[in-house]
């Protein structure tokens, strides 16, 4: 465990009667165990949605100072303000600080973009921010290799990086390409955690899974992964899997 900056998640107070919180599961299950360990340099929240994976992922990121939409610790944009009030009710355990971060999120990255390509038109900076991101405007690329290209790029090593759902823009060898440079960056003390639907990317060796269902928060192995045995059961007999879908 060469970089982990975040130890736990706890959660803090009392949610209000009416509040949406309580409707979802990840919330009552962290209510009820209080703290959530992260032991290992790279932890998974996987569940079904609706489970409030990405909700927990982005109360993580705001706590730990990330604007809520994605991007550093210095990103201040907001084009739509939905933020869940997740974030006011949990706190941090940190054993260190990170030099390095970034809150990556699918579903806003179209704005992280832009923003960035707002700031490096600013006459201020002596040097071109998109040089930090491969040089060219991530706009100008394709949705899987924008991801690549920021993570490539600006993720610096010595980190704490908070994606979520990031396998939605990359075919499965990109995926395999993200394994790759996620190992690196935990051989340059970092820490990842990561919401996610891809089995390939669970296959992270020694990494946390914590599954999140209306039973619990649970720790589980990879092969006991819901994504894992249903993606392994189809591969395995596709057209026994297809009569058994099509069937009335």
Known sequence: MNGKYVDSIRFKGELA???????????KNLISRMSLPF???????????????????????????????GGTKNFLFSTNST????????????????????FLRAESFYNVASYIDEIDREPS????????????SLHQQSHGESFLALIQNRFG??????????????????QMTLLCEINNLVNQNSQFIIATHSPILLAYPQATIYEITDNGINEIAYEECEHYKLYKQ??????????????E
Do not use: W
Not at 17 to 27: G, M
């Open 125 to 136: 900076y002596q040097v071109p921010v998109i040089s930090n991101y491969g040089g060219i």
């Open 234 to 247: 189809f591969l395995n007999d596709p057209k026994r899997m297809l009569k058994y879908l099509f069937e």
């Open 39 to 69: 032991r290992n340099d790279v932890t998974f929240f996987v569940g079904e949605n609706g489970t409030g994976k990405s909700t927990l992922i982005e109360a993580i990121a705001v706590c730990a100072g990330f604007n809520a939409e």
């Open 157 to 174: 090593g010595n980190g704490l990086y908070i994606l979520d759902e990031p396998e939605a823009a990359l075919s499965p060898s990109r």
């Open 83 to 102: 933020v869940s009030e997740l974030s006011d009710h949990i706190t941090i355990s940190k054993s260190k600080f990170a030099k390095d971060g970034f």
């Open 17 to 27: 009667a009416d509040s949406y919180l309580s409707s979802l599961s990840v919330v």
